[in-house]
């Protein structure tokens, strides 16, 4: 994997982990508009890496979290 693909990944799975650590602080609700916001972009980045790499079970988990995010986003989100 090239130093492209590599930050990509770091980059996504920082802002994974920055939306958890926010929802454990309970700064942020997992319903939240910015709570969702970073998975989704985190997710969708790990989901490109994944792709490119070709690991099926990563595709799958980061794909899934992707779309999750995703439908939280367009239907059930409170205005914080």
């Given amino acids: 994997m090239n130093l492209f693909f590599q930050a990509v990944s770091v980059l996504g ?4 982990l920055v939306a958890f650590y926010f929802l ?4 942020w609700t997992s319903h939240g508009r910015r709570y969702l916001w970073v998975n989704l972009f985190g ?8 792709i490119e ?10 794909g899934a979290w992707t779309v999750v995010s995703a439908y939280g986003l367009w239907g059930r989100v409170d205005p914080r």
């Fill in 53 to 62: 790499d070709r690991r099926a079970g990563f595709i799958i988990l980061e």
């Fill in 24 to 27: 454990q602080r309970g700064r």
């Fill in 43 to 50: 997710a969708f980045l790990l989901t490109i890496v994944a």
């Fill in 13 to 16: 799975a920082g802002l994974v």
